[in-house]
């Protein structure tokens, strides 16, 4: 057959073997496991990776579940924490303590959310806090770790659990799984890249020593830098600096503390200029401080971080700038962007493991033939855009809801200017209690009340058909509910003896 006849890809080029490399290596050699595709990865251990990214969101064990891949597999291989959400400190003010966990609050009735019941309760004088009904939250709170039951007898227990895991540990275990199923592996810099003269399609990769990889689709994923889709291809770079005003992080890791139990969340403390973060794994943890470099000197930012490490230090700081937005285009002729290449916000929610996952569903959902009929790329750039755009606007509303009054860095936060698509969120919750859903959503109405309880964001008043509940009973079933949950944590084992069940060897 020729070209014409059998237009099917025959060959995957990844550029870059970081987190986001591996991981589309081994999606793509399982998806396509039966049929005739030759796929290269190319990376060079010279150059490294980012090595950050430890923390994810639950979707990253629907991930490698789909490789056929455990949870204690996966825990074990890279040295993996659980995770049950995340905790914000003194992001609200000094002192001020909230955790978005992954899961729901209490039990919807006849359609109507749960919060309106407790909004009804809270005015009336109930103090128990949207938090006491979460066994996600309560479970972190404690300190306490077990596995979802597979079929909750009510939605009190439906909580949700990721990973912490080495970054580093997980891109190897990747490769692993990769190269077992047939991926080949070039260790090599990369050079240039070759564009075919008449359609200005990649054509081959050129590395260091002379030698020419070519492709049909080449997935780039050559980190910020963006070696094919923006050096050699030229997409551009839609900037969103106005609204995420973090550009630079100092990361470094730390001796896990004798005795000290890893949290089984992410802790991000709010600081001058932007915040720290806190990961603990088993044989470690990871630190950072992300911030405004405009607001913050880099000596500063380090007076601010080292001081309050997980442990003593194990590595220098390491400075990593970096510019919020994304690419304006995420595929461009035979070109796709996946990870950082693709566009970058910032790591507060965790999202950018779960941006390169559906980076990867969607490719595989879209794969293309040698045509790349533009219909394909149009739907893949849109999809992508939209759904950055609505991570970004729940990330902004963190920084946009702050109390803090201590620094300029935080009131221009407060005062910025935000999206549109932002607004319409902010507005119906203060007006109706409800949430705005668009397309491609990557957080449900459960995590935008989180965000807007722990920033003590209410609406003016509750669904009018709450009322007609009788109040005795209303407050008799929240006090039941949390009496479940309350019981429910008391009877569950602590994290690290989860941990320690991981590894037989080490209980
Ligand atoms: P990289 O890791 O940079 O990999 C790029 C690859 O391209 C490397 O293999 C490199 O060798 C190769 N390469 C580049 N140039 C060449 C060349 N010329 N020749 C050959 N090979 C080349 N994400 C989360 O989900 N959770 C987090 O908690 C989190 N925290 C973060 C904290 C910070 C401060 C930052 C900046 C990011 C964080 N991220 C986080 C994002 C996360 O680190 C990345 O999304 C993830 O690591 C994927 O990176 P990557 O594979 O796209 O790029």
């Known amino acids: 057959m020729d070209e014409i006849d059998d237009p099917r890809i025959r060959s995957v080029v990844i550029v870059g073997g970081g987190t986001a490399g591996w991981m589309t290596a081994a999606a793509l050699v399982q998806h396509f496991r039966t049929t005739p595709l030759k796929i290269t990865v190319v990376e060079s251990s010279d150059i490294g990776t980012i090595g950050v990214g430890e923390a994810t969101i639950p979707t990253i064990r629907r991930f490698y579940g789909q490789l056929g891949l455990r949870d204690d597999d996966v825990m074990r291989a890279t040295q993996a924490t659980c995770k049950l959400g995340i905790r914000f400190i003194d992001w609200s003010g000094p002192g001020s303590d909230f955790i978005h966990p992954f899961g729901l609050y209490g039990q919807d009735v006849k359609g109507i959310g749960f919060h309106h019941y407790w909004l009804k309760q809270h005015r009336a004088g109930e103090t128990a806090p949207l938090a006491a009904y979460s066994l996600g939250a309560a479970l972190a709170a404690g300190g ?29 275990h990747l490769r692993a799984y990769a190269e077992a199923g047939g991926c ?10 070759e564009l075919r003269p008449d359609d200005g399609f990649v054509r081959a990769l050129t590395l260091d020593d002379g030698r020419e990889v070519e492709g049909d689709l ?25 609204w995420l005003p973090c550009d ?52 500063q930012a380090l007076a601010e971080l080292m001081p309050h490490l997980l442990g003593d230090p194990l590595t220098e700081p390491r400075r990593i700038p970096f510019r919020p937005g994304r690419r304006t285009q995420a595929w461009a002729k035979n070109c796709v962007a996946i990870g950082l290449s693709a566009g970058f ?9 779960a941006l390169i996952e559906t980076g990867i569903e969607r490719l595989k959902a879209l794969f293309p033939d040698r045509r790349f009929a533009q219909p394909i790329l149009d739907e893949f750039n849109d999809q992508t855009a939209r759904e950055m755009e609505r991570v970004r606007d729940f990330i902004i509303l963190h ?32 007006a109706r209690g409800q949430f705005v859903r668009y397309r491609w959503e990557m957080f449900h109405p459960a995590s935008w009340l989180a965000i807007y309880d ?14 007609a509940m009788d109040p005795a009973y209303l407050a008799r079933s929240l006090a039941e509910m949390r009496a479940n949950i309350a019981d429910l944590v008391a009877r569950t084992p602590n994290h690290a003896q989860f941990l320690a069940g991981l590894d037989p060897a080490a209980s």
Not at 158 to 169: E, K, P, Q, S, T
Not at 184 to 193: G, L
Not at 345 to 353: A, G
């Open 144 to 172: 306490k770790f077990t596995l979802p039951s597979p079929n909750p007898p009510s939605s009190l227990s439906v909580f949700d659990w990721a990973l912490h895991l080495d970054a580093g540990l997980f891109a190897q």
């Open 184 to 193: 080949a592996r070039i260790d090599a810099r990369i050079r240039s890249v």
């Open 218 to 242: 080449f997935v780039d994923c050559s980190g910020f830098k963006g070696l094919v889709i923006g050096e050699a291809l030229g997409v551009g770079f839609e900037d969103w600096g106005r």
């Open 248 to 299: 630079a992080a100092y990361a470094v890791q730390s001796e896990n503390r004798p005795g000290d139990a890893p949290a089984p969340f992410t802790r991000v403390t709010a600081r001058s200029a932007g915040w720290q973060w806190g990961i603990p794994l088993r044989h470690r943890a990871g630190n950072g401080l992300v911030f405004s470099s405009a607001h913050l000197s880099d000596d």
């Open 345 to 353: 916000l910032e790591p507060l929610e965790s999202t950018s493991i």
């Open 399 to 430: 920084y946009k809801l702050n109390r803090r009054t201590d620094t300029d860095f935080w009131r221009d936060c407060r005062a910025m200017a935000i999206p549109e698509t932002l607004e319409r969120k902010i507005a119906l919750w203060t």
């Open 454 to 467: 722990g920033f003590g964001l209410y609406p003016d008043g509750h669904d009018p058909a709450v009322d």
